[in-house]
T-cell receptor, first 112, second 116 residues
Framework: AQTVTQSQPEMSVQEAETVTLSCTYDTSESDYYLFWYKQPPSRQMILVIRQEAYKQQNATENRFSVNFQKAAKSFSLKISDSQLGDAAMYFCAAGAGNMLTFGGGTRLMVKP | DTGVSQNPRHKITKRGQNVTFRCDPISEHNRLYWYRQTLGQGPEFLTYFQNEAQLEKSRLLSDRFSAERPKGSFSTLEIQRTEQGDSAMYLC??????????????FGAGTRLSVL
C-alpha cells in the first residue's frame, strides 16, 4: 500500500523566482518510482520529472529538480526561474510498476 | 499526434443511465490504466490492463463499473445505473512496460462525466 501527501494546497511564486513544492510518501515496496506531474487547467497531465528510488542522485530536467530524501520519505520539486506557463496543479505520485498513487495536489500560481 | 486519446471529452447523463467511455492508448504501449479524478483531488486508480488481460480490478468503485480491452488496443470503461456521485473526470493512461520497469504513464485529456 502507498500513501502520498502534499501539504501545500496552494503556492505562489514571482516570475523568474524559485519555488519548492513538498511531497511526502509512504510505501511498503522496496523498489519504487516517484513522479511529479503537471496538470494545466482543463488540459491533460504531463510528466515533469521522475526519480528511481534506488538512485541516490537527484533527478533534474532543465529548470525542474527534485530533492529526494529516501530515509525521510520526502520528494520535493524545485522549479527555478519560474515562468507564467508553469502555473498549474502539480501532483506528486508514487508507483511500483503498475498503479500510481497520487497526492492531493498543489496549485501553483505564478505572478508576473 | 499519437498521444492517448479519450472520447467523449464531456458526457452529461441522467441518473440511472449507463455510460461508456473509450480510450485509445499510444500505439506501441502494452499497458492501459483507468483513473478517476474528483474536483480538487488527485487521480484515484481504478484498474489496469496488460495487453488484453485485466490484471487489477479490485479498485473499481463498485460492481456498476467495468472495463474491457478486447484486442489489447483500445479500452472502454462502462458505468451502469449512474449515480450523482459518479460525476468526475475519468482519466486513461498508457505505458510501455519494459524489463527495466520504467513504466512511465502518459495520460489522456480525460472524459468529464456529469450525472444530473
Amino acid at each position: 500500500a502507498q500513501t502520498v501527501t502534499q501539504s501545500q494546497p496552494e503556492m505562489s511564486v514571482q516570475e523568474a523566482e524559485t519555488v519548492t513544492l513538498s511531497c511526502t510518501y509512504d510505501t511498503s515496496e522496496s523498489d519504487y518510482y516517484l513522479f511529479w506531474y503537471k496538470q494545466p487547467p482543463s488540459r491533460q497531465m504531463i510528466l515533469v520529472i521522475r526519480q528511481e528510488a534506488y538512485k541516490q542522485q537527484n533527478a533534474t530536467e532543465n529548470r525542474f529538480s527534485v530533492n529526494f530524501q529516501k530515509a525521510a520519505k520526502s520528494f520535493s520539486l524545485k522549479i527555478s526561474d519560474s515562468q507564467l506557463g508553469d502555473a498549474a496543479m502539480y501532483f506528486c505520485a508514487a508507483g511500483a510498476g503498475n498503479m500510481l498513487t497520487f497526492g492531493g495536489g498543489t496549485r501553483l500560481m505564478v505572478k508576473p | 499526434d499519437t498521444g492517448v486519446s479519450q472520447n467523449p471529452r464531456h458526457k452529461i447523463t441522467k441518473r440511472g443511465q449507463n455510460v461508456t467511455f473509450r480510450c485509445d492508448p499510444i500505439s506501441e504501449h502494452n499497458r492501459l490504466y483507468w483513473y478517476r479524478q474528483t474536483l480538487g483531488q488527485g487521480p484515484e486508480f481504478l484498474t489496469y490492463f496488460q495487453n488484453e488481460a485485466q490484471l487489477e480490478k479490485s479498485r473499481l468503485l463498485s460492481d456498476r463499473f467495468s472495463a474491457e480491452r478486447p484486442k489489447g488496443s483500445f479500452s472502454t470503461l462502462e458505468i451502469q445505473r449512474t449515480e450523482q456521485g459518479d460525476s468526475a473526470m475519468y482519466l486513461c493512461a498508457s505505458s510501455l512496460m519494459t524489463g527495466e520497469g520504467k513504466n512511465i504513464q502518459y495520460f489522456g485529456a480525460g472524459t468529464r462525466l456529469s450525472v444530473l
